[in-house]
């Protein structure tokens, strides 16, 4: 007779063995080994869905972390970004400014310059990188530099005007500052900045040179000179000038030419020459207690800074030896 639940058609399987095989030995139908089954099977079910949902919160957690992979990824892709525009602005900045920009290494070498090189020194970068910065300078400054490099080995920044020469041997000169880049303590480079001089100084060379061209003419003219700041204070005065006045060097330094005149009535001349007014004096003067006179010319011109007299300059000649026939023309004034 069939076993309960399956007709003489079941199809025998190795499945349909075992549970024969189970119901024989409980002495009960396949049915009922069945039913047994598919009631244990529902007591697991917890268990089934708790992996279900383990399994989605693992699917939602490589979701998530993919999408962090690729904000991160695009994160690093903008300040990639950003960098190359930084750089290529830097480097715009650097190749464009008018000033010589280098790096050298600790020993003083080249690693870069930019191209007003060539502007400065008729020398082009690739000619320098490599090559120490103690063959582009004056002999006269070498020693300077040395100390300036010594001084970045020891993590300085240093600054100061040193006189180079171009590639056609003239002189030029530049104030430099220069600045370690370290890196745990130890100098990696420098990097500096020059700053061309070389028409500054040729200037400052040309009025030093006049000014002792001028001061040469001045304390070697036949007349006396003498300069006078706003309040009278005498700031100046040539050789001929003490000899003139027939006194000593040491009577006028420090003096004022107002309060140490023996002759009052020149205070006007002088105070007219502080008021910006160009006047002349001819006439007698004091130059004694003893009432020793004196015949002088005298010429008086304001010191100006724009419009602002700051001083004067009076120019004597003594005319006492000319012959007494001679009229000398009365005072006058006049502006210019």
């Known amino acids: 007779m069939p076993t309960e639940g399956y007709s003489s058609t079941t199809i025998k399987t190795p499945v349909y063995d075992m549970l024969k095989k189970v119901a024989k030995e409980r002495g009960v139908s396949i049915s009922d080994v069945i039913e047994e089954a598919t009631i244990e099977m529902g007591d697991h079910a917890p268990e089934l869905e708790s992996i279900d949902s383990i399994s989605a919160e693992m699917q939602h957690l490589i979701s998530t972390t993919q999408k962090m992979q690729e904000r991160a990824i695009r994160k690093v892709d903008r300040i990639i970004s950003d960098f190359k525009r930084s750089k290529e602005k830097y480097q715009t900045l650097v190749e464009t400014n008018p000033d010589l920009v280098f790096s050298i290494d600790p020993a003083g070498n080249f690693t870069y310059v930019n191209p007003v090189s060539y502007d400065y020194l008729k020398i082009s970068p690739g000619e320098t990188i490599g090559h120490n910065i103690l063959d582009f300078v004056h002999k006269d400054d070498a020693e300077k530099l040395e100390n300036i490099i010594e001084n970045l080995k020891n993590g300085n920044k240093s600054t100061g005007m040193l006189k180079f020469l171009d590639d056609e041997g003239h002189d030029k000169y530049f104030n430099i500052s220069i600045s370690p880049l ?102 007698a003067c004091s130059i004694s207690e003893n009432g020793l006179k004196r015949m002088y010319h005298k010429w008086f011109s304001p010191i100006k800074i724009g419009r602002e007299v700051i001083g004067g300059v009076c120019i004597v000649d003594d005319i006492t030896k000319k012959e007494s026939s001679v009229v000398l023309p009365p005072s006058f004034s006049y502006p210019y």
Not at 226 to 253: A, R
């Open 182 to 283: 370290m890196k745990n303590g130890k100098v990696l480079e420098a990097v500096g900045v020059a700053d061309d001089l070389t028409e500054h100084q040729r200037m400052m060379d040309e009025i030093a040179y006049l000014k002792q061209f001028n001061e040469s003419i001045v304390q070697n003219a036949p007349l006396g000179i003498v300069t006078f700041d706003k309040k009278g204070n005498i700031t100046y005065f040539n050789e001929v000038f003490p000899k003139l006045l027939q006194c000593s060097e040491d009577d006028l330094k420090g003096g004022n030419v107002f309060h140490d005149a023996v002759d009052g009535r020149l205070e006007e001349w002088y105070r007219r020459c502080l008021d910006g007014e160009y006047c002349e004096y001819n006439g």
